[in-house]
C-alpha cells in the first residue's frame, strides 16, 4: 500500500482544512486507517483513526469535536476535516495504513505497516 497526503497549507486560527490521504493497492478497504501528527522537537502522536469499514472511528481528546475522520473504500480515500483550527494544531499530518488494527494499539504509531510521506499544516493566530 502507498498512501499520498494532501491537503495542508496555511491557515487562520478558527479556520478549516481537509487533508486526503490517497492510497494505492487493491486491499485497501481491509486496512485501519490513521492519521498522526508531529510537531518540531515533539514526538508524532495520535490524531485520529478509522476502521477498516468506517464503522468506528477514534479521536485524541485534543481534536474530539473538531476533527471528523471518513473513508471512502470505493475510491481509496481517507479524509480528515479540520474545524476550528489552534496555534497548537501546527504539525505535519501523517496518514498511515494497519493491517491489523484494535481499540488497543490504535493509538500508538506501532501496530502501523504503511505512511505516507506528510503534509504540513500550520495555523497562525
Known amino acids: 500500500v502507498q498512501l499520498q497526503a494532501s491537503g495542508g497549507g496555511l491557515v487562520q486560527t478558527g479556520g478549516s482544512l481537509r487533508l486526503s490521504c490517497a492510497a494505492s493497492?487493491?486491499?485497501?478497504?481491509?486496512?485501519?486507517m490513521g492519521w498522526f501528527r508531529q510537531a518540531p522537537g515533539k514526538e508524532r502522536e495520535f490524531v485520529a483513526a478509522?476502521?477498516?469499514?468506517?464503522?468506528?472511528?477514534y479521536y485524541a481528546d485534543s481534536v474530539k469535536g473538531r476533527f471528523t475522520i471518513s473513508r471512502d473504500n470505493a475510491k481509496n480515500t481517507i479524509l480528515l476535516q479540520m474545524n476550528s483550527l489552534k496555534s497548537e494544531d501546527t504539525a505535519v499530518y501523517y496518514c498511515a495504513a494497519a493491517r491489523a488494527l484494535s481499540r488497543l494499539n490504535l493509538y500508538s504509531p506501532t501496530p502501523y505497516d504503511y505512511w505516507g510521506q506528510g503534509t504540513q499544516v500550520t495555523v497562525s493566530s
Open positions: 493497492g487493491p486491499t485497501f478497504s481491509s486496512y485501519g
Open positions: 478509522i476502521s477498516w469499514s468506517g464503522g468506528s472511528t
